[in-house]
């Protein structure tokens, strides 16, 4: 359903993407904390809607759909904003290149297996990719102006943003080649014609890397 609370919380990701992006446009220190605000907090949406579906058997096929959608969305406009307003150092853009393209590689990947309904399980290490890829961002979008809001301004908080995106991206190639290889083998494996309607069936967790 829709109005479940966790569809609302994975709608409320994609609500926050205008009100962030409009925080980061206004360049100034307070705007740029809010702005990191506002993406911590669609963050952490992520794990309580999913934590809070499977607790209460809430799970839908929107969801599902709609979750990673959300995710990428909420990335890919946050790089975009710090790469178009200059928050990046030259060197930064090379790692946000390489998750943006890794974003559009797992959703061909899933685009592909959905079809013959197969699930590749969540790696351990996606998840660590996940977490040092949003506080790299977070970070980023508060920047050296935001950080003296919060009494951080002795910090180059800008370089640990970039050094954690690097982190991610490195994190990133890794995971990015595991689902590559395993849609390979099921590419391999798929009946020609495609993974249209007449591919074989089988069950499994849908893929959420």
Request: hydrophobic share 55%.
């Amino acid at each position: 359903m829709l109005t479940n609370l966790p569809n609302l919380l994975t709608l409320s990701r994609i609500l926050a993407i205008p009100v962030m992006v409009a925080l980061a446009a206004l360049r100034t220190p307070l705007g740029d904390m809010a702005a990191c605000v506002v993406f911590g907090i669609a963050g952490i949406t992520d794990y309580f809607d999913g934590k809070i579906a499977r607790e209460r058997q809430l799970m839908s096929a929107f969801g599902r759909m709609l979750d990673p959608i959300a995710d990428k969305l909420l990335v890919a406009a946050a790089l975009m904003a710090l790469a178009g307003m200059d928050r990046l150092s030259p060197w930064a853009l090379f790692p946000a290149i390489v998750i943006l393209l890794r974003e559009i590689l797992v959703s061909g990947l899933r685009e592909f297996l959905a079809g013959l309904r197969i699930g590749l399980p969540v790696t351990q290490l996606a998840k660590w990719k996940t977490g040092v890829q949003m506080g790299a961002l977070g970070t980023l979008l508060a920047g050296d102006s935001g950080a003296p809001v919060v009494g951080l301004g002795f910090l180059p908080v800008s370089l640990i943003g970039e050094i954690m995106l690097w982190t991610a991206a490195a994190l990133t190639l890794v995971t990015g080649w595991d689902y590559l290889i395993a849609g390979l083998r099921h590419a391999g494996h798929a009946p020609p014609g495609g993974s249209g309607g007449n591919a074989p069936r089988s069950t499994g967790p849908a893929l959420h890397p």
